[in-house]
């Protein structure tokens, strides 16, 4: 099977594709396949009847497709995992197929961007401090596929270069300054700059940290004023460790997603149904690019959705809300 | 004690004695709507009421007011209290309103529309006996408009706070000034270390009354035993406690997801039909849940650390577990009156904000 055309091509649809890599991964990814028999799923033609394996299961165990055969090209595969402080267990990603990966990243900026008329820009403290970090590996693919040479990593702590700034604004290129909320905001604290106006800034989440937290709209009010944009130049990218493919949102709250991947709203009280459009659960995803892990996965993020498949992210379940004495307003 | 408040103290026990009267048929009639509608269980109705009996019979109302202080000088008379009672257990709001009441504050009761019908039996009782403090309840939070408590007891999360108070700010059910005492404990842990006929009884008792809610309920069980070589055993003991209590509540399809998940993962579990028992250290996120932790009295003190304020009390079977504070495995659903939700008593409380 030539998974790549499988799953960027767009000769057919996404449920005859999902359909497939379904088939694929209940057959031979051994957790997939014990999830489905459990659950008594024994086929599925549409997405919305594939289970979605709860996405802890990247801590707990190994998740491949085709163990097997994926042990002999183990020497060129990645390993990504989540950040995590010692003694916390943390997420890891087998990826025998880079390639994939980064056709993943490329073909889904140039699904949203000019890719080629942009300068990356990448700013990610603390994530760089983890070297099986996907989002460095992401960074760098898109660094790597700027010819220019104009795109690279910003060091750490130290104010945009007005310089090199204006230079990008002389030659043809846009710029893109891609980074985690938090690395972004402490840049604006080193020093407040103006990015040239056809600029795109790029958050890639993380507005919970040690030292702030705070809503992604407040996060982009804040971002547009220190950069001198507009609301509309604030960009997101949502993705994660567990996923090959990203969703963004360009420049207001609703994420869209790369065609290979698609985004569903999960009711928590039964993870097999699907909650309507415009009510809150949990967010579910089928990412075709994890053909070598597992592409059905339940998120422990909460998220509500349009009827259009556009999705906002509201953070994260609470999952203190599901046991015990509550009282509530509306239904004690 | 002086006459005052004694003969305050005297009154409230009388209508806790009344309301227990075999002859009440205003709290038959109560348990009857309660059953008939499928609230709870005739078994943890009853269950309930014979542990308050066995409490009020021994004397403990006269003692709970003598450990928190109440006195002629120390009360909380004159002052107003809003009680927001959840009604996951029935009558779980009994404690609080009985210490509020016994404090000698006005009390104002939200009754919780799970529970409507047990507690106000026993608040008629009260209003009965000729108490100098005054007693409203309603099931309509609305009904407490204009009130401006000064106090305000309710159980939830930390995410609900917002929204209730909010509410109560928007009714003026509260003073600008009041203060809030939040319970937020939503489970108890239990650490298990011999396999007695005793203890697995008081386990299994301590797990599955009332379906296992209430923060009481053991949700997390620390055991030098694994699950998979006690589990055989254990399941003879919750066979055996659910023919003569059966189970009230259904779980619903999230349970079945969480089995297929340990399937997935490979992590042991036991399926009890109505309850899933699984390894695993994490928070225990769902009704009908039990993680089970293989551990000795470190783990315990690990995951009291991880989990924080949603534990309420951690059961032994009599030895103590050094730096926490433990309590009879016993008495995880026969509490004294006296017990202290979240850590704090709602009596001693009271008096200390106003005496």
Not at chain 1, 157 to 166: I, V, W
Not at chain 1, 307 to 321: H, I, K, S, T
Not at chain 2, 93 to 116: E, N
Request: net charge negative; with cysteine; hydrophobic share 35%.
């Amino acid at each position: 099977m030539n998974f790549a055309d499988l799953i960027f091509s767009s000769g057919s649809s996404f449920s005859e594709k999902a359909a497939k890599v379904f088939n694929y991964q209940k057959d031979k990814n051994p957790v997939y396949q014990r999830f489905c028999n459990a659950l008594g799923v024994t086929g599925a033609t549409s997405p919305d009847a594939m289970p979605l394996l709860p996405i802890q299961a990247f801590k707990e165990t190994t998740i491949i497709t085709n163990p097997d055969e994926e042990q002999g090209s183990k020497e060129s595969s990645l390993i990504f995992k989540s950040s995590g402080t010692s003694g916390m267990r943390r997420s890891c990603h087998y990826v025998p197929d880079p390639e994939l990966y980064k056709q993943s990243i490329l073909k889904g900026m140039r699904h949203f961007y000019e890719l080629d008329d942009f300068v990356i820009w990448a700013y990610a403290p603390t994530y760089s401090e983890n070297p099986n970090s996907s989002l460095i590996w992401m960074l760098n693919t898109l660094i790597d596929n700027d010819a220019s040479g104009q795109s690279k990593f910003l060091a750490l702590d130290t104010p945009l270069d007005k310089k090199e700034l204006t230079a990008i604004q002389q030659s043809d290129k846009r710029m893109m300054l891609f980074g985690a909320a938090f690395g972004l905001l402490d840049l604006l604290e080193q020093q407040k700059t103006s990015l040239p106006d056809d600029s795109l800034l790029m958050e890639t989440g993380g507005m919970k940290t040690h030292r702030r937290e705070m809503s992604r709209q407040d996060l982009h009010r804040q971002l547009a004023e220190g950069f001198g944009l507009s609301k509309a130049s604030i960009h997101s990218e949502y993705g994660m460790t567990e996923l090959l493919s990203q969703a963004y949102s360009l420049g207001d709250e609703w994420f869209h997603t790369v065609p290979w991947m698609q985004v569903s709203i999960r009711n928590p009280d039964n993870p097999m149904e699907q909650m309507p459009p415009g009510e809150e659960g949990l967010i579910g995803i089928i990412d075709l690019a994890n053909i070598h892990s597992c592409s059905f996965l339940l998120t422990g993020d909460k998220g509500i959705r349009r009827e259009d498949g556009a999705f906002q992210v509201l953070g994260r379940w609470n999952p203190q809300d599901l046991r015990g004495c509550n009282f509530l307003i509306e239904r004690d | 004690m002086n006459s005052k408040i004694t003969d305050h103290i005297n009154k409230v026990e009388q209508a806790a004695r009344n309301w227990l009267q075999p002859d009440n048929y205003a709290l038959k009639e109560a348990i009857d709507q309660t059953i008939n509608e499928g609230l709870f269980s005739f078994e943890d109705i009853k269950h309930q009421l014979l542990v308050l009996k066995e409490n009020i019979e021994s004397g403990q109302i006269t003692a709970w007011a003598q450990r928190a202080g109440l006195s002629d000088t120390d009360n909380a008379v004159g002052k107003t209290i809003l009680c927001l009672h959840a009604g996951n257990l029935p009558l779980v709001g009994f404690q609080t309103a009985l210490g509020v009441i016994l404090s000698g504050a006005d009390y104002t009761g939200k009754l919780s529309r799970k529970d409507p019908y047990l507690l106000k039996t026993f608040l008629t009782e009260l209003n009965q006996v000729g108490l100098d403090n005054s007693i409203n309840y309603s099931t309509d939070l609305n009904d407490c408009e204009g009130l401006e408590a000064d106090e305000v007891v309710f159980a939830g999360s930390s995410a609900s706070v917002a929204v209730v108070k909010k509410e109560i700010n928007r009714l003026g059910a509260a003073s600008d000034e009041a203060r809030y005492l939040i319970r937020t404990a939503k489970f108890s842990m239990a650490y298990v270390d011999n396999q007695d006929a005793l203890t697995m009884k008081d386990l299994t008792e301590a797990i599955f009354r009332y379906g296992g809610k209430g923060c009481r309920s053991v949700a997390v069980v620390v055991s030098p035993y694994s699950l998979d070589s006690i589990k055989c055993e254990f399941t003879d003991y919750v066979e055996s406690f659910w023919l003569k209590n059966p189970q009230h509540q259904e779980p619903g399809p999230a349970l079945a997801y969480q089995f297929a998940y340990n399937k997935a993962i490979e992590r042991s579990q036991a399926w009890l039909d109505h309850f899933l028992i699984q390894e695993s250290t994490d928070l225990p996120d769902q009704d009908f849940l039990v993680n089970w932790v293989q551990g000795d009295e470190d783990t315990v003190r690990e995951l009291k650390a991880k989990f924080g304020d949603v534990v309420q009390s951690i059961y032994t079977t009599g030895q103590q577990v050094e730096g926490i504070e433990t309590t009879p495995l016993s008495q995880a659903q026969r509490p004294p009156l006296w017990w202290q939700p979240d850590g704090v008593g709602v009596l001693k409380e009271l008096l200390c904000s106003y005496s």
